[in-house]
């Protein structure tokens, strides 16, 4: 089914860009070399009762260097597990949105409407001013573990290894200043295709990093050096609550007049008793919303606020999808269905999962995300839902 989109024109605007995404880590590669990072998602789960934090991350790459590899930074040190290679495959069919309900929505509405094993071999290694804590292999990549006390050590230490930092020491400053701690994969592009110009085309191991973090964390900043302009990142977060970027980044800009839009095309008796209160909320906060973003376009040329794709607070019958026991209600390719299985152990009954992307540009990207507690207005929570297509959900 078609899906009508009833945006304001500044929201509809703000949906249109072309995206390729760079978040989590940086590509260095032999001196000469070309490596670019077109797109990249990433899955990143909290428990703030325990601290720990976890990333699945698996990046894109082109390029004719015959040897490189990524840096990862994380605010302590990671373990690492291999994921399943279509891991972002299935998160993609398992957060595909379910057909609108039809008896929802006002007829005239209608017409047109629409854990992985662990790695390898690990030994305790000391070299320099930089300690390599561990070192191994995980999937098809090897991995060193790494602190410096200095960005000028990290940086001497790459050009000894055979690597060009494509960045500056301050990037590297950035993080050793936080005492956080560095990944360094090795990728080998033979294992690759090459594309019909001759460079290397692929897909990095998925690679999950689970860590101690007592905030829901992701490193933006040492991706500010490959981005020219601007670049987009797709999330998925699992969080005891529903999650949100603060300030301009956040998506309420454009949630909350889609959604309130939505329900205003509905038949009032199918209105739930907790949509009718998100709107009362909801309806104090628009004029805001608005003349902030129509402001902040004026002020900001090319700023667009985040876009929330799915939201839920998963149950027992949403994991039994995984496994086949509770039936999958979309169309997708049947055996991406049946390998949903391989997100059992991610995805945990009672915790939110908020799939949204945004546009960062280069301007954006000087200091790290941390995401916060989405909210509607002030201290009210924002637990809206979002798995059904709406009248207004773009297409």
Known sequence: MLRRVVFTGLVAASLGAA???HAACCYFSALGSDVTQPAQKAWISWDPQEDIESWVVQ????GNAADFGMVIPTPSRPRLNEA???????LAVYTILKPMPLDKYKPMMMFGA?????????????QSA?????????????YKIVTAERAADLYAWLKENRYSYSGDEATLEHYITKKWFFTVMRIDPKQMKRGGDGKYLGEVTPTRFTFSSRTLVYPLRITQISVPDQTEALFYVQAPFKVDLPGPFSYQYSWMPMFRQALGFAVPAKVTSAEKKWMQVADTRLPELTSYAQSRSEQAPGWQPSRLEWARK????????????VKYDRQADPNAIKKLVQLRGFLRQGQWVTKFRRTFRHSEMSADLEFVRARVAGDTPDEMEYVYILPTSPP
């Open 19 to 21: 995206w390729q995404a």
């Open 59 to 62: 990046p894109k790459f082109a």
């Open 84 to 90: 399943p290679r279509d891991f972002f495959t299935e």
């Open 114 to 126: 629409a854990a992985g094993a662990p790695g390898g071999r690990r030994q305790s290694l000391l």
């Open 130 to 142: 930089v300690r390599v804590l561990e070192a191994g292999v995980v999937g098809s990549l090897d």
């Open 314 to 325: 998963l149950t027992a019958q949403d994991l039994g999808v995984l496994d086949g026991t």
